[in-house]
C-alpha cells in the first residue's frame, strides 16, 4: 500500500511537472504571438500613411514610417523598458522606491531591464526565461506603434532625422512614462485614484494623439493646405484603396495588441494560478475581447458612415471605435460597446473639422482619432464604470476603485504626457534646423530630392509636381 | 571572445536550467561593452543621417 502510494505521488509531481511546462510553453508562445500580429498594425501604418500621401511624396511618407518602427525599437530596448519599470511610483516618491507589489523602483528596474551588467541576462538569450523577451518584445511593439500612430499627422513636410527624433522620445519615454503610472499594479494613477486603462486608450493613443499635435504647432501646415483667408484645402492622396486597406490591417493587428494586455495564469508573473486577468490583476478573458473588440470595430464604422458616407472616415470610425472602449473593453456589455463606439465614429469627423479650423494640419485625423477618442473612452469609463475595483483581490483594503474623478484626472495627465514632450522636443528640433522641410523642396516633391527609388513607373507622376 | 560553457551538463539540474544568459559574453562585462558600441553607432547614423539630409536641401 505505502509504495502504492509513493508510486502514486510520484507520477502526481511527473504530471504537476508536465503541466507546468506546457503552461509555461503556451504562454510564452501565447505572447510571442501578439507581436507578430502587432507587426501588423505597423503594416497597415505604412499602407495608410503612404496611401494619404500625393505621388510625389510616397516613398519618403514609407522611409519615416520605417524609421519610426526601427529607432523606437531599439532605443526601447536600451532605455526605454527600464523607464517603465523605474517610474511606477515617482513622483510621489521622489527616490522612485518599489510599490505595494514591490515590482518596480529604479532598484527593480536596475536588476531586470538594462542591457549590462547583472541585469543583462534578463535583456538577451537566458537559459531558464521564458518571460523576458516576449515581454519587453509586446511592450516595444506598443511602443512603435505609438511613434506610427503620430507620423501619419506630419506626412510630406517633416524631416527624417528630426522626426525619428521625436518617435525616439515619444515611443521610449513619453508614453511609457504614462504607462508606468497608469499600467501597472504600483502605479501611482492605479493606486492613489483608481485610473484604469486596460487597453491603452490613454496611454497609448491619447499620448501619442496629443505627441503630434504639439509638433504639429511647431511643424506648420504643408504647402497649399491653407488660403490667405485661413480657409482650408482638401489634400488628397494618391491612393485611397491602399489606406482603407491599410486602416484594415491595424484593426487586425489591434486583435494582437489588446490580447497582450491579458495577463495569463500560472507562471510565477502572473496574479492568478488558474485565472486570467488585466495588467491591474482584475478579471479578464479572450472571450470578453472577441465580444468587445468586434462590436466596437462596427459601431465605429456604422457611426462615422452615417456622418460622412466616406470610406475612409467609416474606416477611422472602426479605430475610433476601438479605441473609445479600450479602457474598458474588461467590464463594458456589448450593447453598451456599440452605444459608445457608434457616437465615437459619429463625433470623430466634427472633431476633426474643429481642429482644422485652429489651422492645424493633421493630414490623416490622427490628434482627433487617436488623441480626442481617446480622452473621450478614459472618461466614459468614469462615467460609466465608477465604483468598479481598481486592482484584483490582491490589493490591500483601502485601494481606490475606478471613478469618474480619476478618469479625469488620468485624462489630463495623458495629454499633458503626449502634448508637453512633443511640443518641447519638436521646439528643440526645430530651433536645430531639423524638423520641416524647406517649402521649395515640399512643391517640387519629396521622393525626387531625397529618395533614391520610384514608387510608380515613369510615367505616373502626380499633376502638381515639377518632378 | 569564445563561449562561457564547454559544456551544458553542469548548468542543468533537478529545477531545469540555471536562470543564466545563454548568449555569448554571458556572466562579462561583453553585453555592457556591445550596448556602449551599438550605442554610438546609432548617434553617428542619425548625425549622417542628418548631414546627408541637410545636403539633399540645398
Not at chain 1, 491602399?242 to 494582437?256: A, D, E, P, Q, S
Not at chain 1, 467590464?331 to 482644422?356: H, N, Q, R
Amino acid at each position: 500500500m505505502e509504495d502504492q502510494i509513493l508510486a502514486l505521488t510520484a507520477e502526481l509531481a511527473a504530471v504537476k511537472s508536465a503541466a507546468q511546462v506546457t503552461n509555461t510553453m503556451f504562454a510564452e508562445a501565447y505572447y510571442y504571438l501578439t507581436i507578430p500580429l502587432m507587426v501588423l498594425i505597423h503594416a497597415g501604418f505604412l499602407l495608410y500613411e503612404m496611401g494619404a500621401t500625393r505621388v510625389k511624396n510616397v516613398l519618403s511618407s514609407g522611409t519615416k514610417n520605417l524609421l519610426a518602427f526601427a529607432f523606437t525599437i531599439v532605443t526601447f530596448y536600451l532605455f526605454g523598458w527600464w523607464f517603465y519599470w523605474a517610474l511606477p511610483t515617482f513622483p510621489y516618491d521622489l527616490a522612485s522606491g518599489a510599490g505595494y507589489m514591490e515590482i518596480s523602483g529604479i532598484e527593480y528596474a536596475s536588476a531586470i531591464a538594462l542591457p549590462w551588467g547583472d541585469s543583462a541576462q534578463y535583456m538577451g538569450p537566458n537559459m531558464a526565461d521564458h518571460a523576458s523577451g516576449v515581454f519587453w518584445g509586446a511592450f516595444a511593439l506598443f511602443a512603435a506603434t505609438t511613434a506610427s500612430i503620430a507620423s501619419g499627422a506630419l506626412i510630406e513636410r517633416i524631416q527624417t532625422v528630426g522626426f525619428v527624433i521625436c518617435a525616439i522620445v515619444l515611443g521610449s519615454f513619453a508614453w511609457v512614462v504614462a504607462a508606468a503610472w497608469g499600467w501597472h499594479a504600483d502605479g501611482w494613477l492605479v493606486t492613489e485614484f483608481g485610473f484604469h486603462d486596460f487597453g491603452a486608450a490613454g496611454l497609448v493613443h491619447a499620448v501619442a494623439g496629443f505627441f503630434a499635435l504639439g509638433i504639429l504647432i511647431n511643424l506648420g501646415p504643408r504647402v497649399g493646405k491653407f488660403n490667405a483667408d485661413g480657409s482650408a484645402n482638401h489634400i488628397a492622396g494618391h491612393n485611397m484603396p491602399l489606406t482603407v486597406t491599410g486602416l484594415m490591417l491595424i484593426i487586425v493587428g489591434f486583435f494582437g495588441f489588446l490580447m497582450a494586455c491579458i495577463i495569463l495564469p500560472g507562471e510565477g508573473w502572473s496574479w492568478y494560478a488558474d485565472q486570467g486577468t488585466t495588467i491591474y490583476g482584475t478579471p479578464m478573458t479572450l472571450s470578453a475581447l472577441a465580444f468587445n473588440v468586434c462590436l466596437a470595430a462596427s459601431g465605429g464604422i456604422i457611426g462615422a458612415w452615417i456622418i460622412t458616407k466616406d470610406p475612409f472616415w467609416m474606416m477611422s470610425g472602426c479605430l475610433a471605435g476601438i479605441i473609445s472602449v479600450a479602457s474598458g473593453l474588461d467590464i463594458y456589455f456589448g450593447s453598451t460597446v456599440i452605444v459608445i463606439a457608434m457616437v465615437a465614429g459619429m463625433i470623430l469627423k466634427p472633431c476633426a473639422d474643429w481642429l482644422e479650423g485652429f489651422g492645424i494640419d493633421d493630414a490623416v485625423g490622427c490628434v482627433t482619432v487617436h488623441g480626442t477618442i481617446g480622452l473621450f473612452g478614459v472618461v466614459m469609463l468614469g462615467v460609466l464604470g465608477s465604483g468598479a475595483p481598481g486592482l484584483g483581490a490582491f490589493a490591500p483594503e483601502d485601494t481606490v476603485a475606478i471613478s469618474l474623478f480619476g478618469q479625469i484626472v488620468g485624462a489630463i495627465v495623458m495629454f499633458l504626457l503626449g502634448f508637453v514632450p512633443g511640443y518641447i522636443v519638436s521646439w528643440l528640433v526645430h530651433k536645430a534646423g531639423m524638423l520641416r522641410i524647406p517649402d521649395a523642396v515640399q512643391i517640387k516633391g519629396l521622393d525626387a530630392v531625397k529618395v533614391p527609388a520610384q514608387a510608380y513607373p515613369e510615367s505616373m507622376v502626380s499633376p502638381n509636381s515639377d518632378s | 571572445m569564445g563561449y562561457f560553457a564547454e559544456s551544458f551538463a553542469e548548468l542543468y539540474n533537478a529545477d531545469g536550467w540555471i536562470d543564466m544568459g545563454m548568449f555569448i559574453g554571458a556572466g562579462s562585462s561583453a553585453a555592457g561593452w556591445w550596448t556602449v558600441i551599438a550605442s554610438v553607432m546609432l548617434i553617428a547614423v542619425l548625425a549622417k543621417g542628418n548631414a546627408d539630409e541637410q545636403e539633399h536641401y540645398k
